[in-house]
């Protein structure tokens, strides 16, 4: 059973739209959770939520943690074609000594010129 | 700095065949791990480590060897490979192992052919 899932698994839009990408979660013991995007190579990161309510931005991309409903999206405005990627959401589970970090399935975002 | 270097970038291998993917950091980071990834099922943990000579299993540990002699070095090994292995591998690191706001680094990638 996945710990992390992401929705939808794929969408398509054109230039200029507005999207949002949602993550929901069950983990054991959460702390903290993080947005990546990924092209035709490594995961790179774009933001880590850790507070309820609190929006991180950054130029067009923003995100919202709620951890009550214990969810998270990732709000793209004025989409462009290099927005074009699969954007991966984890979940920072610090239920045992260790701590990991698991991933959802990712979301395939496409931006048609 | 580097950063996170894995070798090779590309390996075909064939049906019982071992060989280690080579993963680097030269960030002093104490936290460093294996990931795979498989056409819609996101990242999953191989294996971890939290410093040298400490390491733990993650989600799908079963075929892989890993060691932590180094606080640089953590390679995967491949015991007797498999085609279910065929896969694009990930190598991470991040700076200290429990502690939530850091960030985690990633290498760029192997991608792994089992024939």
């Known amino acids: 059973e996945d710990k992390v899932v992401q929705s939808p698994l794929s969408l398509v839009v054109h230039e200029g739209d507005t999207v949002t990408l949602n993550c929901s979660y069950e983990?054991?013991?959460?702390?903290?959770l993080l947005w990546y995007k990924q092209e035709k190579k490594a995961p790179t990161f774009l933001f880590m939520l850790?507070?309820?309510?609190i929006e991180k931005k950054s130029g067009r991309l923003s995100s919202i943690l709620d951890k009550k409903e214990l969810f998270s999206i990732l709000n793209i405005t004025a989409t462009q074609t290099g927005d074009s990627a699969v954007y991966l959401c984890a979940v920072f589970d610090r239920g045992s000594t260790l701590g990991r970090l698991y991933f959802g399935r990712g979301t395939q975002l496409t931006v048609w010129p | 700095n580097a950063g996170v270097t894995q070798t090779p970038k590309f390996q075909v291998l064939k049906t019982g065949q071992s060989m280690t993917l080579q993963c680097a950091q030269d960030m002093n980071h104490e936290y460093m791990s294996w990931y795979r990834q498989d056409p819609g099922m996101g990242l999953r943990l191989i294996h971890y480590s939290v410093g040298a000579g400490i390491t733990d299993q993650g989600e799908v540990p079963n075929g892989y060897n890993v060691s932590r002699s180094t606080t640089e070095d953590f390679p995967l090994r491949l015991l007797s490979a498999a085609p279910s292995q065929t896969s694009v591998y990930f190598c991470?690191?991040?700076?200290?192992?429990?502690?939530?706001?850091?960030?985690?680094?990633f290498g760029p990638g192997t991608r792994l052919t089992v024939l």
């Open positions: 850790t507070s309820s309510g």
């Open positions: 983990v054991t013991n959460f702390r903290s």
């Open positions: 991470a690191s991040k700076l200290i192992a429990g502690v939530v706001n850091n960030e985690q680094f």
